[in-house]
């Protein structure tokens, strides 16, 4: 059964940091572009970050650019995302996705055309 698990959410104060995971099962996460996405409450989901199944490039929302980190660890069969500077409007829930079809140009997308899909993690960034 493929699987992805996110983890690593919680509360934190602005200007904290958190480390989400997302973690594969079931098959092998270094054939797949890997993305991350949120959904705040009474928003639409939006593409945060993503990595391609090589790691050799990613791409990140204008709203999370400097502060936001996507790395992988193929032998893991992980995908990080460093979270860094907080901010309120950062709350919602995490999803990570994997696909492999998900590159143009050689640049992962930030559209949700992923074909699996972690249940999320929720972040919440208040004082």
């Known amino acids: 059964q493929l699987q992805l698990v996110e983890s690593g959410g919680g509360l934190v104060n602005p200007g904290g940091s958190l480390r989400l995971s997302c973690a594969a099962s079931g098959f092998a996460l270094d054939h797949y572009g890997i993305g991350w996405f949120r959904q705040a409450p009474g928003k639409e989901r939006e593409g945060v970050s993503c990595i391609s199944s090589s790691g050799s490039s990613t791409n990140y929302a204008d709203s999370v650019k400097g502060r936001f980190t996507v790395v992988r660890d193929n032998a893991k069969n992980t995908v990080y995302l460093h979270m860094d500077s907080l901010k309120p409007e950062d709350t919602g829930v995490y999803y990570c996705?994997?696909?492999?079809?998900?590159?143009?140009?050689?640049?992962?997308?930030?559209?949700?055309?992923?074909?699996?899909w972690g249940q999320g993690t929720q972040v919440t960034v208040s004082s």
């Open positions: 996705a994997a696909g492999d079809r998900v590159t143009v140009q050689g640049m992962c997308v930030l559209t949700p055309s992923y074909d699996y």
